[in-house]
């Protein structure tokens, strides 16, 4: 079965520090990964996708994603985190044969002024 | 385009009563998701449409849930007869193709007392 691992569930970082969001995903196929961002009292809105090609996927607000298919991680990451980052960010498969995305429980980003 | 549309934003009902979500999805869109959030669960799949049809309803928790698409424009979601245990925050989402971006509506965020 596939699913979706997201070994942080809260991460706490100052202002302007680096952070890294982790994320690993069991598939034995070929998956398409993506990770959304979900601010307070909001939908998720995507953020960045890998479906081919080059492993470090650039996504919107400075946000950068390595995928890695030997570890199968898809961990996100931002040199410089601002105040207003702070939300909940999710990490999502999508089996290429398959129509369903799978998503993670989720990690909670907080910025500390 | 406006997004995706969901209404009501709130709702407060009490148990034993129906409980209509409804949802426009993005113009164009063929493909819609409804989700469930809860702290306790995470984000959950309930059921999803393909051209106004249902593809697979195996998230949807019970036959008090059932959820219908009559066209391409419009979507409801509904619980009868509703429980505590189904206070959560209801998602629908749009996407173009089934490996296209999900686009997320704002959410309901339903209490059952």
């Known amino acids: 079965a596939q699913s979706v691992t997201q070994l942080d569930s809260q991460v706490p970082v100052f202002e302007e520090a680096p952070v890294e969001l982790r994320c690993n995903y069991s598939?034995?196929?070929?998956?398409?990964l993506f990770w959304y961002v979900q601010y307070p009292n909001q939908g998720l809105q995507l953020l960045l996708k890998?479906?081919?090609?080059?492993?470090l996927v650039k996504g919107i607000n400075g946000f950068e994603a390595e995928f890695n298919k030997s570890q199968t991680s898809f961990h996100l990451r931002k040199p410089s985190v601002h105040i207003s980052d702070t939300a909940e960010y999710f990490c999502?498969?999508?089996?290429?044969?398959?129509?369903?995305?799978?998503f993670g429980p989720g990690t909670s980003l907080s910025v500390i002024p | 385009d406006a997004g995706v549309i969901q209404s009501p934003r709130h709702e407060v009902t009490e148990m034993g009563q129906e409980v209509t979500l409804r949802c426009k999805p993005i113009?164009?869109?063929?493909?819609l998701f409804w989700y469930r959030q809860t702290m306790m669960r995470g984000l959950e799949l309930l059921i999803y449409?393909?051209?106004?049809?249902?593809?697979?309803d195996s998230g949807m928790p019970e036959d008090r849930f059932s959820a219908k698409m009559p066209n391409a424009s419009f979507s409801t979601l509904k619980i009868q007869p509703s429980e505590p245990r189904d206070s959560a925050v209801y998602f629908c989402?749009?996407?173009?193709?089934?490996?296209?971006?999900?686009?997320f509506g704002p959410g309901t965020r339903l209490l059952v007392l």
């Open positions: 989402a749009s996407s173009f193709g089934s490996k296209g971006d999900q686009y």
């Open positions: 598939s034995s196929v070929s998956v398409y």
């Open positions: 890998y479906l081919s090609g080059s492993t």
């Open positions: 999502a498969v999508h089996k290429t044969s398959y129509d369903k995305v799978i």
């Open positions: 113009s164009g869109h063929d493909y």
């Open positions: 449409f393909n051209n106004n049809v249902p593809i697979d």
